[in-house]
């Protein structure tokens, strides 16, 4: 090129370069170096400025500066710097006067404004500027028209709305897709607003169908948005508007097909789940082939998008058979080599769920996964490994860990931690393959990593100890290594109790002493108390290490940690006498090989084993609340009974307690730690007494300690004039019935108010009423019915009719004056329910198993119930809540996805009336033929007669 022929390549390099250098900031430069234009604002400013609103010389010819004031007005209340009614309404005529410029910017601005501000400006003052809107809704200009639509979707209210109803619906079919857009957006946001304008936009239902014809892409996105929104309660609607539109084939927006990919699948997962679909999608009803077949023809769209949603939502659907989801996993495995990372990405993450419940089906993609292995991005590299952990077969683990031993150390820590728990996983799958799994795992923790990582590790390796018992030992000595060299105090503490939980039940427990005792000497405090607590748990488990243990344990009775200066002189104390009384005994050298060798274990009376291994009868929290009820109970203090766990009140537990922190991370029966290590204790609430308020009343306070009080069952409607509710309090010898009454009427006062309660019951008897002497108006006031057990009398079910008795003196509103003399009421009332199940506190035990053992079956009772519930969850939950016990060791709730695939077993323990302790499993099996829940319960108690009372209570 010329150098005379104007712009030369050299020219247009350099205007290039000047322009980056003028927008470019500095590298070195910080976040302060950059001036915002709208910092130190000043409200009284601003205002000043906007006074140009009113000067139609500066709006005609200065629209950039009424801009820039709008701005800064925007700006001010943006950010805190609210105005005031007067200066909101000031500023708010002065920008309705910009509607006289025809600058597209200005004006852009001031619809921009209106809408912003509408919602504190004072409702009178903006009805002002709806005629302006309107006027805009109707000129030439499409983008005028478009804004004054959104903006007054935004503060027209049902009654205008329908003034205008005539303009939006026109705008909806118009031919200019920005309207039509603006339009539909609107009557999306109005539908939402209330009922009222809910029921305008439903008359458009005509107008949005015609707008889904609209060639315009975006404008058939929002037709069939708000489509959705009209019809989205009524079923039938919905299946006819799917069926229509994916026959039609008329919709050429892929954002559109979608939608309506997305509206399918969620009218098929409602078909299996209200139970009008099982088995095949193919062989189903019109609509579930239809709908399939729909699904199913998306996956051949040209759109990446509309293909992904249609295999994204066909792997979702709910009991697909594996034929089925063929076609999708097909074209998934397409996209797992597409050159654009976020269709990888999403492709991936598809299959990895997918391969949670077919992994046969996902394996065929092991091939084009392992090659993601080294993809650049690490969360795809990631999904890829975690996926084929899932799918891949035995003979692949060997290559997969070589594969996945050299990607871990390159990627972050949250990304080991998803790929530990799969490990774990692939554990459980090929148990056979075990020590390879933990060795791996074992190495890693050897290496650099931060503290989840390493925690998740350790809880994965404790997790296959209980599920896979053969990888006990092995693991054990991979976690003594680790704490040999483990800077995370948690963790070592961690290791410590489970190494005195489960190292004493091993083949060779000495082996570990070692490790432990190394410990007490190089670690800080909190550890060397672990470590004294676990040596403490070998030698009262194992007699023939307790006198090597207690040499040791004496080296740190001068320790300068309290706490561990205090285990270690307990443990000392209990062992010293324990070897007196309890000498061990060792086998004799010339013993005969053949003969059955002395077990290695405490005998029974064992001291050291009933201190050091035997836990409280309850947890800290229920002694806590023990306490606290029993000091609470009148004359408790003055009492000569002697305070012991077993004369303490019983409390209840109403909500199941944890039996793991999270997947995978069991820590040990040590609650407290596994909290403490998991980072997700809960917040303790204050626990408030129920029984407060019958100890408040003398008369009442002396029948006696309160054994349990039921959670409040409503006898009336929540909107009727006289709320009230029942709240049963169970004694010994009687339960005592509180009634909160709630008086909703304002123009009453009610005096004197009781609750008759009457029932045909040959073991309960009413024996007094306390009343509520006087409840005003939107008071809650207690009143009492006591209701005595007949001796003798065998406990069973009853119902009782419960009538409000009470005056009312009508009183004035205003003043609360009474106005008349009283006079008596009756307020029918729902009836009553005492049930066996009221008897009984939900209290748990420590060990299920081994008190399930202990109890015996000299009472056991033995059922068998044909449930009727369609599934197994309903039928766990009307177990727990027919027996009112106690769920324990996790067993209150099936795993999500396992409902009705295998029997379920459930363990229940609580305390009956009078301190008899009862326990119960019960196995819930969902029949084949989906004809119900068929129940088997064993019930086990020190009486006979109790254990067949908790047998009864199934109905």
Request: glycine share 4%.
């Amino acid at each position: 090129m010329a150098e005379g022929d104007g712009l030369t390549m050299n020219n247009l390099l350099s205007e290039v370069q000047g322009a980056l250098d003028k927008f470019k900031l500095e590298d070195e430069g910080g976040p302060n170096d950059y001036y915002s234009p709208y910092a130190n604002l000043e409200k009284a400013a601003v205002l000043q400025e906007a006074r140009c609103f009113h000067d139609p010389t500066a709006v005609r010819e200065s629209p950039r500066k009424c801009c820039t004031v709008i701005a800064q007005l925007l700006h001010l209340t943006n950010t805190g710097q609210y105005m005031n009614s007067a200066e909101a309404t000031e500023v708010f005529f002065g920008v309705t006067k910009l509607f006289m410029s025809d600058d597209a910017s200005l004006r852009r601005m001031v619809y921009l404004f209106i809408k912003d501000v509408a919602e504190t400006c004072n409702p009178d003052d903006v009805i002002i500027v709806t005629s302006s809107l309107t006027k805009d809704m109707t000129c030439d200009v499409d983008l005028y028209r478009a804004n004054a639509l959104r903006v007054l979707a935004r503060i027209v209210d049902a009654a205008m709305l329908g003034a205008i109803e005539r303009y939006v619906k026109q705008a909806v079919v118009d031919s200019s897709g920005q309207v039509s857009s603006a339009a539909l957006v609107s009557a999306t946001h109005l539908f939402e607003r209330n009922e009222e304008s809910a029921a305008i936009v439903k008359r458009w239902i005509s107008e949005t169908t015609e707008a889904t014809t609209s060639p315009n892409e975006m404008v058939q996105f929002h037709a069939m948005q708000l489509l959705y929104q009209i019809k989205k309660h009524d079923r039938l609607g919905m299946q006819k508007l799917v069926t229509q539109f994916s026959q039609r084939n008329t919709l050429r927006s892929p954002l559109a097909l979608v939608l309506l990919v997305r509206y399918t699948a969620k009218l098929l997962t409602d078909e299996v789940a209200e139970g009008r679909q099982s088995g095949s999608f193919q062989n189903g009803t019109n609509f579930s082939r239809a709908g399939y077949a729909f699904l199913e023809a998306s996956l051949r769209h040209k759109s990446e998008m509309v293909v992904y949603e249609a295999a994204k939502s066909i792997c979702a659907l709910p009991n697909i058979e594996p034929q089925e989801l063929s076609p999708a996993v097909n074209v998934l495995q397409l996209f797992l080599s597409s050159p654009k990372p976020a269709v990888r990405f999403a492709a991936i993450k598809t299959v990895s769920q997918v391969a949670v419940n077919y992994p046969r089906i996902v394996s065929k993609c092991n091939e084009d996964l392992e090659a993601l292995i080294a993809d650049a991005n690490r969360s795809i590299a990631t999904l890829a490994i975690t996926t084929l952990l899932k799918t891949g077969s035995e003979n692949s683990v060997d290559r997969l860990l070589k594969q996945i031993s050299v990607f871990l150390s390159e990627i972050p820590d949250e990304y080991k931690v998803t790929i530990v728990k799969s490990i774990q996983r692939l554990c459980l799958t090929y148990p056979a393959k075990h020590r390879v799994l933990v060795g791996f795992l074992s190495n890693f923790l050897r290496e650099e990593g931060g503290f989840e990582f390493k925690r998740s590790i350790v809880n994965s390796i404790v997790s296959l100890m209980k599920q896979v018992p053969e990888t006990t030992e092995g693991s054990l000595l991979h976690l003594c290594e680790f704490i040999e060299d483990c800077e995370f105090t948690m963790l070592s503490t961690q290791i410590l109790h489970l190494l005195g939980e489960l190292g004493p039940g091993t083949s060779a427990p000495a082996r570990y002493i070692r490790f432990i005792y190394n410990r007490v000497i190089l670690e800080n405090s909190a550890v060397r108390a672990a470590a004294v607590g676990a040596l403490s748990k070998f030698a009262a488990r194992c007699p023939s290490l307790r006198s090597s243990i207690l040499t040791l344990l004496k080296r740190s009775l001068d320790d300068e940690d309290d706490e561990t200066r205090d285990r270690a002189s307990v443990a000392v104390s209990v062992l010293k006498e324990a070897m007196e009384e309890f000498p061990y005994l060792a086998p004799a050298e010339d013993a005969d090989p053949d003969e059955e060798p002395v077990p290695d274990e405490p005998q029974a009376g064992d001291p050291a084993a009933f201190v050091l291994l035997q836990g409280l009868p309850m947890s800290f929290d229920r002694l806590d609340r023990s306490i606290r009820a029993y000091v609470k109970t009148p004359a408790a203090m003055d009492s000569p009974e002697q305070l012991t766990l077993s004369t303490l009140p019983i409390v209840e537990e109403y909500e199941e307690p944890d039996s793991a922190v999270d997947e995978g991370d069991d820590i040990g029966a040590d609650a407290a730690l596994a909290a403490a290590v998991s980072g997700k204790e809960k917040e303790k609430k204050e626990v408030v007494d129920p029984a407060a308020a019958v100890y408040a009343i003398p008369e009442l306070a002396a029948l006696g300690r309160v054994f349990r009080s039921s959670p409040p069952t409503a006898l009336s409607e929540e909107e009727a004039e006289y709320v009230v509710t029942c709240v049963k309090h169970v004694l010994p010898e009687h339960i005592i019935l509180q009634f909160p009454i709630q008086n909703t009427l304002e123009d009453q006062r009610l005096v004197n108010c009781t609750v008759t309660v009457e029932g045909d019951s040959e073991c309960f008897e009413v024996a007094g009423e306390v009343a509520a002497e006087s409840i005003k108006y939107g008071e809650t006031v207690n009143a009492f019915t006591v209701i005595s057990r007949i001796p003798d009398a065998p406990l069973a079910p009853c119902n009782f009719e419960c009538v409000l008795n009470f005056g009312v003196i009508q009183v004035d509103p205003k003043s609360g004056e009474d106005e008349s003399d009283p006079f008596e009421e009756e307020y029918p009332l729902e009836e009553l329910e005492i049930a066996t199940s009221d008897f009984m506190a939900k209290v748990s035990v420590p060990d299920f198993r081994s008190s399930w053992e202990m109890v015996g079956n000299a009472n056991e009772v033995l059922e068998k119930f044909a449930l009727q519930f369609k599934k197994q969850e309903d039928a766990v939950a009307a177990v727990i809540d027919f027996l009112g016990m106690q769920p324990c060791d996790g067993t209150g709730h099936i795993k999500p996805g396992e409902g009705g695939k295998k029997p379920h077993m459930l363990h229940l323990s609580g305390v009956f009336v009078g301190g008899t302790n009862v326990l119960a499993r019960a196995q819930v099996a969902a029949q084949g033929d989906a004809s119900g829940v068929l129940l088997k319960i064993a019930v086990r108690s020190d009486d006979p007669d109790v254990s067949r009372m908790v047998a009864d209570c199934i109905r």
